[in-house]
């Protein structure tokens, strides 16, 4: 018999929470439970360190009673990388490994599977330059009450040209609404806003 981990794809959130997606496939030819007895990231890929793994995030599967099967079964661990490596890492190799015993009479262990490098970002984004486009601006008003002093909101849409530390992020896109108490309708119609 044999216990085996397979690694996938292993990739950051980009919603702001510096957790770290690990997918991997766990293969027990016995078709036992397995348990993770180590789980390590290493930003050298020498010295190596715990994982702390996001036990709340329900993408994560655990480190115990894990179904492994002959025919593998995919797994995700969660890991909590800003717990680990704090609010100042910028790093393009890190590394992380793996390695499960089974819950057999005689339990056997996979071996500790490393997998190939992947980034990690925990450090707040800069943006160094933004532009805000006028070509983009576009303004939204609602139909007036010919009574003159129904409220109503104005909504504001464009777009701010970036230049970021982020990969990726070039633009921000954003909505501002403005609330106004009443319509003064001016001369040939044109209507006038009063701010409140």
Do not use: C
């Amino acid at each position: 018999m044999a216990v085996t981990i397979t690694f996938g794809s292993i990739t950051q959130r980009t919603n702001g929470s510096k957790l770290v997606d690990i997918n991997y496939t766990g293969t027990d030819s016995g078709d036992f439970l397995n348990d993770l007895i180590k789980y390590e990231y290493s930003l050298d890929n020498s010295n190596w360190f715990t994982m702390t793994a996001k036990a709340t995030d329900p993408a994560h599967s655990g480190i115990s009673n894990l179904a492994f099967t002959s025919g593998g079964f995919p797994f995700v661990f969660v890991w909590d990388a800003i717990t680990n490596v704090g609010l100042s890492t910028e790093d393009s190799t890190v590394w992380v490994r793996l390695k499960s015993q089974n819950q057999n009479v005689s339990p056997e262990q996979s071996d500790l599977t490393t997998s190939d490098s992947f980034p990690i970002d925990t450090k707040a984004p800069v943006v160094n330059y933004f532009y805000f486009d006028p070509d983009s601006l576009a303004e939204t008003v609602p139909n007036p009450d010919p009574s003159g002093y129904s409220p109503y909101a104005v909504t504001t849409t464009g777009v701010v040209s970036l230049l970021s530390d982020v990969v990726g992020a070039t633009e921000m896109r954003f909505t501002l609404s403005r609330d106004y108490g009443r319509y003064d309708y001016g001369a040939g119609g044109e209507i006038g806003r009063a701010h409140v």
